[in-house]
């Protein structure tokens, strides 16, 4: 398939254009041609974006026709803080609208847990201070002299190539010694967990991301075991992929995937905080700062919640008692961070897995309900009980809202960093979220452009 046939908008932009350059003779035509133009631009912009609502090929018109800085600086600096009316429809679940272009997927949307209405997890704090530019003071860990490129990564990818089964898997990962116990002088590590159906649409800016902290970072990638990759071998996700098994959204193989992540990443012991990131997240600051956040806090940051409605208490199956009651019983979102004493027990859990097994099904959905209510039973103080995900369902509705390109600005990216109040070590800080999910595949161009002024990231 061409890729004029594949990119409709492609054809549709650059023939009016070719038709107008023959008028540009006379002087009185001039205002003519440009009123034209600009009837023309709108004509097409619409014509584009109705076929892309029925083709989803977005990222296409982006990359294909014109570049969004140069589109309509109008449109793309429009203040966030005006959220309806949008300028262009927000797409559908993948589910709901199936490409024409391409072979339909039968995996169901991303993330959002569940395919039937899911009324949302914990909506974001409320926006309450303006953009600050003063983060909690960090000092980065850095430790130079240590040498972790070489050997390290061989180690990494041996420690991912197993044949374990989850049961093997999951019992060796609880045996490794915690960093503590250990003698040896081991840096401390990040793990991302990558939880995906296919590719990673963003991956050029995690790559972007991890790049220059090789040592202070571990990447796992459970994605559908039907999904063929081929990676360069310099890409950070290359031989990252964890043996993984079919996940049905909605159903607890969702969890399954998240301990096979978790166990994998508790096999290598320089870990010590486990991220769970979704193929439409994106980070919200560099690596360092990321860093810090994490290593210098001894909490988790698991939404957590006690939510009276249908929707949270309303999925509780008195059967679970008296294993687990209802006051014990807890909501949030499935995107967590946690570190290595959490992950283990998460892991090790024998006791209330099973029972979210046979009593946790629709409505009822594990991965909004296990890890919260595990955790509250367990060690409720090692939990800081917020994610650091955002992700947007002021709209209302099954889904959250999803962003595209349009959406990137910089006034909407320091919102989301700056613009909550939350708890960080005792104190109270505006920097709530270092992660923000729904991001279409087409936010990579601005996002990679706006990464070293807006995210932080080193301009190299
Ligand atoms: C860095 O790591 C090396 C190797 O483990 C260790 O010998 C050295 O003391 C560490 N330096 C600092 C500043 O922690
Ligand atoms: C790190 O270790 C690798 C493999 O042992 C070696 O090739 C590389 O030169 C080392 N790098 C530094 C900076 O020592
Ligand atoms: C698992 O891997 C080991 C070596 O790594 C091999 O000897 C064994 O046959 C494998 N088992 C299966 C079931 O593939
Ligand atoms: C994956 O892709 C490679 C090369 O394109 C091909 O040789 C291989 O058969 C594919 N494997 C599967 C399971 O589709
Ligand atoms: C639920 O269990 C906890 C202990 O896990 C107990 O303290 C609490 O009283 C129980 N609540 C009810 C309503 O049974
Ligand atoms: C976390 O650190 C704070 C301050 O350092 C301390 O007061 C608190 O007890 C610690 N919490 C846990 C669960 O260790
Ligand atoms: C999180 O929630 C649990 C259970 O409600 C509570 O015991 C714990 O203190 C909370 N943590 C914080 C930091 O508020
Ligand atoms: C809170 O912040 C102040 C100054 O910013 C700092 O001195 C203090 O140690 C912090 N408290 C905690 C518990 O982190
Ligand atoms: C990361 O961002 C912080 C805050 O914006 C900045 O101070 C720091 O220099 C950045 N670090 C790197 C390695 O770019």
């Given at each position: 398939?061409?890729?004029?046939?594949?990119?409709?908008?492609?054809?549709?932009?650059s023939k009016?254009?070719?038709?107008?350059?023959?008028?540009?003779?006379?002087?009185?035509?001039?205002?003519?041609?440009?009123?034209?133009?600009?009837?023309s631009?709108?004509?097409?912009?619409?014509?584009?974006?109705k076929?892309?609502?029925?083709?989803?090929?977005?990222?296409?018109?982006?990359?294909?026709?014109i570049?969004?800085?140069?589109?309509n600086?109008?449109?793309?600096?429009?203040?966030?803080?005006?959220?309806?009316?949008?300028?262009?429809?927000?797409?559908?679940?993948?589910?709901?609208?199936?490409?024409?272009?391409?072979?339909?997927?039968?995996?169901?949307?991303?993330?959002?847990?569940?395919?039937?209405?899911?009324?949302?997890?914990?909506?974001?704090?409320?926006?309450?201070?303006?953009?600050?530019?003063?983060?909690?003071?960090?000092?980065?860990?850095?430790?130079?002299?240590?040498n972790?490129?070489?050997?390290t990564?061989?180690?990494?990818?041996?420690?991912?190539?197993?044949?374990?089964?989850?049961?093997?898997?999951?019992?060796?990962?609880?045996?490794?010694?915690?960093?503590?116990?250990?003698?040896?002088?081991?840096?401390?590590?990040?793990?991302?967990?990558?939880?995906?159906?296919?590719?990673?649409?963003?991956?050029?800016?995690?790559?972007?991301?991890?790049?220059?902290?090789?040592?202070?970072?571990?990447?796992?990638?459970?994605?559908?075991?039907?999904?063929?990759?081929?990676?360069?071998?310099?890409?950070?996700?290359?031989?990252?992929?964890?043996?993984?098994?079919?996940?049905?959204?909605?159903?607890?193989?969702?969890?399954?995937?998240?301990?096979?992540?978790?166990?994998?990443a508790?096999?290598?012991?320089?870990?010590?905080?486990?991220?769970?990131?979704?193929?439409?997240?994106?980070?919200?600051?560099?690596?360092?700062?990321?860093?810090?956040?994490?290593?210098?806090?001894?909490?988790?940051?698991?939404?957590?919640?006690?939510?009276?409605?249908?929707?949270?208490?309303?999925?509780y199956?008195?059967?679970?008692?008296?294993?687990?009651?209802i006051?014990?019983?807890r909501?949030?979102?499935?995107?967590?961070?946690?570190?290595?004493?959490?992950?283990?027990?998460?892991?090790?859990?024998?006791?209330?897995?099973?029972?979210?097994?046979?009593?946790?099904?629709?409505?009822?959905?594990?991965?909004?309900?296990?890890?919260?209510?595990l955790?509250?039973?367990?060690?409720?103080?090692?939990?800081?009980?917020?994610?650091?995900?955002?992700?947007?369902?002021?709209?209302?509705?099954?889904?959250?809202?999803?962003?595209?390109w349009v959406?990137i600005?910089?006034?909407?990216?320091?919102?989301?960093?700056?613009?909550?109040?939350?708890?960080?070590?005792?104190?109270?800080?505006?920097?709530?979220?270092?992660?923000?999910?729904?991001?279409l595949?087409?936010?990579?161009?601005?996002?990679?452009?706006?990464?070293?002024?807006?995210?932080?990231?080193?301009?190299?």
């Amino acid at each position: 398939m061409g890729a004029d046939q594949q990119y409709p908008c492609r054809r549709i932009i650059s023939k009016p254009f070719n038709g107008l350059l023959h008028v540009k003779n006379t002087n009185h035509v001039f205002y003519l041609v440009f009123t034209v133009i600009g009837f023309s631009l709108g004509l097409i912009t619409t014509l584009c974006l109705k076929s892309f609502s029925l083709t989803n090929n977005f990222q296409a018109f982006l990359y294909y026709s014109i570049p969004p800085s140069t589109l309509n600086p109008q449109i793309v600096n429009s203040p966030q803080s005006q959220p309806s009316p949008r300028p262009f429809p927000t797409p559908q679940e993948p589910s709901t609208s199936p490409s024409p272009s391409r072979p339909p997927i039968p995996t169901p949307p991303e993330s959002s847990s569940s395919p039937s209405p899911s009324p949302p997890p914990p909506s974001p704090p409320p926006i309450l201070i303006p953009p600050s530019p003063s983060p909690p003071p960090l000092s980065f860990l850095r430790n130079t002299t240590f040498n972790l490129t070489g050997v390290t990564l061989k180690e990494q990818q041996l420690l991912i190539m197993h044949n374990m089964s989850d049961h093997e898997l999951f019992k060796k990962a609880t045996m490794i010694p915690s960093i503590q116990d250990s003698h040896d002088d081991h840096v401390q590590k990040v793990a991302f967990m990558f939880l995906t159906k296919q590719s990673l649409p963003l991956g050029p800016l995690w790559e972007s991301f991890f790049k220059g902290h090789e040592g202070l970072y571990s990447i796992y990638v459970h994605s559908d075991p039907s999904y063929n990759e081929t990676l360069p071998q310099d890409s950070v996700f290359y031989g990252r992929r964890i043996p993984s098994q079919p996940v049905f959204w909605g159903t607890a193989t969702m969890i399954d995937a998240e301990r096979r992540l978790l166990a994998n990443a508790l096999l290598e012991i320089s870990n010590q905080r486990f991220v769970l990131i979704s193929e439409s997240c994106i980070p919200l600051f560099n690596f360092s700062t990321i860093y810090d956040y994490l290593m210098n806090s001894n909490q988790s940051f698991l939404g957590s919640f006690d939510d009276p409605r249908k929707a949270g208490r309303g999925r509780y199956n008195p059967k679970m008692s008296p294993a687990i009651n209802i006051t014990n019983w807890r909501k949030g979102s499935q995107w967590f961070e946690l570190h290595r004493e959490l992950a283990i027990h998460v892991v090790s859990d024998q006791k209330y897995y099973p029972i979210f097994q046979q009593y946790c099904v629709p409505p009822c959905y594990s991965d909004e309900h296990y890890i919260p209510t595990l955790v509250n039973i367990l060690y409720p103080e090692l939990n800081s009980n917020r994610t650091i995900t955002w992700v947007d369902w002021s709209r209302g509705g099954a889904h959250p809202r999803k962003f595209g390109w349009v959406d990137i600005t910089n006034e909407f990216l320091n919102r989301i960093q700056f613009g909550s109040e939350c708890v960080y070590n005792g104190n109270t800080t505006n920097m709530c979220f270092l992660f923000a999910r729904k991001f279409l595949p087409n936010t990579l161009r601005p996002l990679l452009k706006v990464a070293p002024l807006v995210l932080g990231f080193n301009p190299n």
